[in-house]
């Protein structure tokens, strides 16, 4: 059994890494079925909230405002990771958007992981739910939901939990598999698109939820498209 990893969990403004971006990070590094280290970070988007997702995680647009860019974080991020298994609950989401993260600093990142939600499926078929808030509340595992770092706490947990009641004999079913997201590098916003924005913005009095720096290029075009198709030139 695998006893020493790294629990991985992010929020996000949403459920697509192509087009949302991580708000928090929490990780908790284990060792010898311990936890031996804690990383949290709150992240800025670039981009105001929904209110559905302040009611889910509890954060808010104010907490974020001075937060660094994922950017900044995103090597200790990753050196904080190191060479180690991931540990999550569906830790396919949470590496995809650190993984997009990575790729767009060029950093490369590939790693294997070991998913407590499959676990559960392939253990619990009986229960109504195989969700983490669902499973913590089964066993009575202390858990905050949705937010980073007690959800990565909670997944390594409950992950200690199943193997303890299914490891023996079920080996193969724990060993960690290759995590699979392929992620191109997005480009930063190029300066005639910001010049363009700021115009369309200007011309039509339109105030906006995200922060015109902190786009990609992709974003911005699909932002200037959907304007000149709404407003015109």
């Not at 499973?135 to 939901?145: K, M, S, T, V």
């Not at 932002?223 to 198709?229: E, G, T």
């Amino acid at each position: 059994m695998i006893d020493s990893y790294v629990a991985l969990d992010v929020e996000t403004t949403g459920l697509n890494p192509k087009l949302d971006k991580i708000i928090e990070i929490g990780m908790v590094r284990v060792r010898a079925g311990e936890i031996a280290a804690e990383f949290e970070t709150f992240v800025n988007p670039g981009r105001a909230l929904e209110e559905r997702i302040t009611e889910l995680t509890g954060i808010r647009d104010e907490q974020l405002a001075d937060a660094p860019d994922i950017s900044e974080v995103i090597s200790e991020t990753l050196q904080f990771i190191g060479g180690d298994i991931l540990v999550g609950h569906g830790i396919l989401f949470d590496y995809s958007f650190v993984k997009r993260a990575a790729v767009n600093k060029r950093f490369v990142f590939e790693k294997e992981g070991i998913d407590t939600l499959r676990l559960a499926k392939a253990f619990l078929p009986e229960l109504q739910s195989r969700s983490l808030p669902f499973l913590c509340h089964y066993y009575e595992i202390e858990h905050n939901a949705h937010r980073a770092l007690p959800d990565a706490k909670a997944a390594s947990e409950l992950y200690r939990k199943l193997a303890m009641l299914f490891y023996r004999g079920n080996e193969t079913a724990f060993e960690p598999n290759r995590l699979l997201y392929q992620a191109k590098r997005e480009t930063p916003i190029t300066i005639p698109q910001k010049e363009q924005l700021y115009k369309l913005l200007d011309r039509h009095k339109l105030t906006v939820d995200y922060q015109v720096e902190k786009l990609t290029r992709n974003e911005a075009g699909r932002i200037i498209a959907r304007l000149l198709a709404e407003y015109g030139r």
